[in-house]
C-alpha cells in the first residue's frame, strides 16, 4: 500500500503538486490529467525518483527514500529507449539484479523464465538498438518484472505504441499478478481500472471508479476553449 | 562497426592470458627504443613473423593492418633521408612498423570482450569494487550509446532537411547533442530506478 | 554510487559515444595541402567544454580504452594498440590533457562565457596544448627535432582552427539551453 501524506512539490517558482493526501489500495490503479497537470510528478514521487518539497509518501509503511521501499516499487518509463541500459537483451534484463546477491547462473534463469513466460526467448541474445518499438518497451517492462516488485508503475506506457504493439501491452499487463499505477491519456486503457485519479495543475479534481472519472474527464477537455 | 578484427583461431598466440599480450607488447616497444639498433629490431621481427606464423593470420590481413600507417610513415621517412640518411630512415621506419604489426596482433588474436573482461578483473583487483563496478557501467553504456547517438544524429539531420534548413556543422551538432544530454539523464535516472539496492540512498 | 556519480557515468559514457560517431565521418581532404581533417578532435574540445574539466577527461580515457581493445573508433575505422604506437599517438594520447585544458578553461570563464572566450579556450586547450603534446611525440618516435615536428604538424591547424568555430558555437548554445557545467 502506498500512502501520500500533504505532498506538495516545488520546482524553482512553479507548483507542480499542491498538499495531495491519498491512499492506494487497489490493484488497478489510473492517473489521467492533462499534459503539465503534475501526474508524471505523481508517478515519479511513487518510487523516490522524485521527492516531495513537503510531505511523506510511505510504500508499506516505509518512507521512499529507504531501500525497503524501493524494492517494492518498479518504474516503467515512457521512452523505452531512456530505460534500457546495457548493449545486449538479456544484459539489460540482468541489469537491475546485478547487486541483488543471486549468482551469475541464479540471475540467468531469472531472466530467461521471465523471457519464456511472455514467449519472448527469441529477442535473447539480440542487441536492444535493433529491437522494434514495441520489442523494446516489452523489454523495458521485463526488466522491471525480473526485479519482482510488489507494485508497478508504468508511465504512458502506450504513447509510442502502435495499434498491435499496444495490443500486446495490454494483454500483457493483464496477466500480471502485482499491482498496477498506470498514468496514461489513453481512455480505452484506463477503462478498465479498479479506481482513477484525475489530476488536474497540481491537485486532484476527480477520484473514483473508471466509469464516472472518464465521463468527467471527457465533458471537461470537450468543453474547454480552443 | 563494433566489431574488432578479430581473427578466430586456437593457437597459443590466441589462447594468452590477454593481459600478458598487452604486457609483452609494452616490453617489446620499450626496448626497440632503449636498445635502439639493428640487432634487437631484426630479433623482435624475427619473433614477430613466428606469431603471426604460429597464429595463422592470413596476409592479406597483416597488410591490411599496416595500411592505415603508411602514409604517415612515408612522411617520416622522406623527413628523415633529410635529417640523417636513407639507412637510418629505414631503420626509423621499420621500427614503427614491427611495432604496429606487433600491436595489431594483440587486437587480431584477442576478443575484445575478452580483453575488457580482462582489463575490468585487473582493475577490480587494484581498485575499491565500487570504482571497479563504475568503469565496468561506462564501459557497456558507451556500447549502448552510439547507436542512440547516431539514430539522435540522423533524426536531427532528417528534421533538419525536412524543414529546408542547410546542414551545417553547427545546426547539426547542437540539436543532436542537447537531444542526448536529455536522454542520457532520463538513463541516468532510469539505471537508479533500476538499482533499487543502493543508489538513491547515500 | 550515489545519484550523482550514476549521472557522471553516463554523462562520460555519452561523450565518448559521441567522439565514436563523430569518427563515422569521413575525413575532409583540405584542397590546397592534402591534409584529411576528422570531426573527432571537435568532440575532444566539446567533451571537456560541455562536460567539463573532470568528466571531459574522463570520456576521453573511456573512448581511448575502447580504441585500445580495438574496436575501430578512430575515424578511417581505424582502432587497436596499433594507433598508440604509430607517430601521431601523441596526439591521442593528447585528448585527454586537451579535453581536461578546455573544461577547465571553459568553468573559469563560466559566468562571463561567451563565444570570444568559449573559442580562446577550445584554441587553447585543444590546440594548443594539444600540439604542445602531439609534437614532441612525434619527434620522439620518429627521432626527428621538434622544429621539424612543427613545421609538419602546421598544415593540421587551419582545419583545427575551423572545429574550434565550430566547438564554441555549440558550447556557448549548450550552455544556454541544457547547461551541464555548474558554475564555481
Not at chain 1, 508504468?154 to 505504441?161: I, V
Not at chain 2, 570504482?131 to 552510439?146: G, H, V
Amino acid at each position: 500500500m502506498i500512502r501520500l501524506d500533504g505532498v506538495t512539490v516545488r520546482k524553482g517558482d512553479t507548483l507542480i503538486l499542491d498538499s495531495v493526501s491519498l491512499e492506494l489500495t487497489e490493484r488497478r490503479i489510473g492517473i489521467i490529467g492533462p499534459n503539465g497537470s503534475g501526474k508524471s510528478t505523481f508517478a515519479r514521487l511513487l518510487n523516490g525518483l522524485e521527492k516531495p518539497t513537503t510531505g511523506t509518501v510511505h510504500v508499506d509503511g516505509a518512507p521512499t527514500d529507504r531501500v525497503s521501499a524501493l524494492g517494492k516499487v518498479g518504474f516503467v518509463f515512457q521512452n523505452p529507449d531512456n530505460q534500457i541500459v546495457m548493449p545486449l537483451v538479456d544484459e539489460d534484463l540482468a541489469f537491475g539484479l546485478r547487486k541483488s546477491g543471486l549468482s551469475k547462473s541464479e540471475i540467468g534463469e531469472r531472466v530467461q523464465r521471465h523471457l519464456e513466460r511472455f514467449d519472448l526467448t527469441h529477442l535473447n541474445e539480440r542487441r536492444t538498438h535493433e529491437l522494434s518499438g514495441g520489442e523494446k518497451q516489452l523489454i523495458a517492462l521485463i526488466g522491471v518484472l525480473v526485479m519482482e516488485p510488489a507494485i508497478i508503475v508504468l508511465d504512458e506506457p502506450t504513447t509510442l505504441l502502435d495499434l498491435r504493439n499496444r495490443r500486446i501491452l495490454v494483454s500483457l499487463l493483464d496477466r500480471l499478478d502485482q499491482t498496477l499505477i498506470v498514468v496514461s491519456h489513453d481512455l480505452e486503457l484506463m477503462a478498465p481500472m479498479d479506481r482513477l485519479i484525475w489530476i488536474d495543475e497540481g491537485r486532484i479534481r476527480g477520484d473514483g471508479n473508471a466509469g464516472d472519472i472518464v465521463r468527467g474527464y471527457r465533458e471537461a477537455t470537450a468543453a474547454e476553449p480552443c | 562497426m563494433l566489431t574488432s578484427d578479430y581473427v578466430p583461431g586456437d593457437s597459443v598466440v590466441h589462447r594468452a592470458r590477454p593481459l600478458i599480450k598487452v604486457g609483452l607488447l609494452f616490453l617489446v616497444c620499450t626496448w626497440l627504443f632503449v636498445r635502439e639498433g639493428w640487432l634487437s629490431l631484426a630479433a623482435a621481427g624475427l619473433v614477430l613473423v613466428a606469431f603471426f606464423a604460429i597464429a595463422r593470420i592470413p596476409p592479406k590481413i597483416v597488410v591490411a593492418a599496416i595500411r592505415p600507417a603508411l602514409w604517415v610513415l612515408g612522411l617520416v621517412f622522406v623527413a628523415q633521408l633529410f635529417l640523417a640518411d636513407w639507412r637510418f630512415a629505414g631503420f626509423v621506419v621499420l621500427r614503427f612498423a614491427v611495432m604496429i604489426l606487433a600491436a595489431s596482433l594483440l587486437t587480431l588474436t584477442t576478443r575484445t570482450s575478452d580483453l575488457v573482461e580482462a582489463i575490468e578483473r585487473a582493475l577490480g583487483r587494484i581498485l575499491p569494487a565500487r570504482s571497479a563496478e563504475a568503469i565496468s557501467l561506462a564501459l557497456s553504456l558507451c556500447m549502448r550509446f552510439i547507436p542512440r547517438v547516431r539514430d539522435i544524429f540522423e533524426e536531427v539531420k532528417n528534421a533538419q532537411r525536412a524543414r529546408g534548413l542547410g546542414t551545417s556543422w553547427r545546426a547539426l551538432v547542437t540539436p543532436t547533442i542537447v537531444r542526448a544530454l536529455k536522454s542520457a539523464d532520463e538513463i541516468a535516472r532510469a539505471i537508479v530506478a533500476r538499482s533499487p539496492d543502493g543508489p538513491h540512498v547515500r | 554510487m550515489t545519484n550523482d556519480t550514476t549521472r557522471d557515468i553516463v554523462l562520460i559514457a555519452l561523450f565518448a559515444a559521441i567522439m565514436a560517431v563523430l569518427g563515422v565521418f569521413p575525413p575532409i581532404t583540405l584542397p590546397l595541402i592534402g591534409v584529411p581533417i576528422t570531426a573527432q578532435s571537435l568532440g575532444v574540445m566539446l567533451a571537456g567544454g560541455i562536460l567539463g574539466a573532470r568528466r571531459g577527461a574522463l570520456s576521453m580515457v573511456l573512448f581511448l580504452v575502447l580504441v585500445a581493445v580495438g574496436l575501430p573508433l578512430l575515424s578511417g575505422g581505424r582502432g587497436g594498440f596499433a594507433v598508440f604506437l604509430g607517430p601521431s599517438g601523441g596526439f591521442l594520447v593528447g585528448w585527454i590533457v586537451a579535453a581536461f585544458v578546455v573544461g577547465l578553461t571553459i568553468e573559469r570563464l563560466w559566468p562571463r562565457l561567451g563565444h570570444v572566450n568559449a573559442f580562446i579556450a577550445c584554441v587553447f586547450g585543444g590546440i594548443i596544448v594539444l600540439y604542445a603534446i602531439g609534437i614532441p611525440w612525434i619527434a620522439f618516435a620518429a627521432e626527428i627535432s621538434i622544429a621539424q615536428a612543427f613545421v609538419g604538424s602546421m598544415p593540421f591547424v587551419p582545419g583545427d582552427l575551423i572545429k574550434a568555430v565550430i566547438a564554441s558555437a555549440v558550447i556557448v548554445t549548450v550552455a544556454r539551453s541544457y547547461p551541464v557545467i555548474t558554475s564555481p
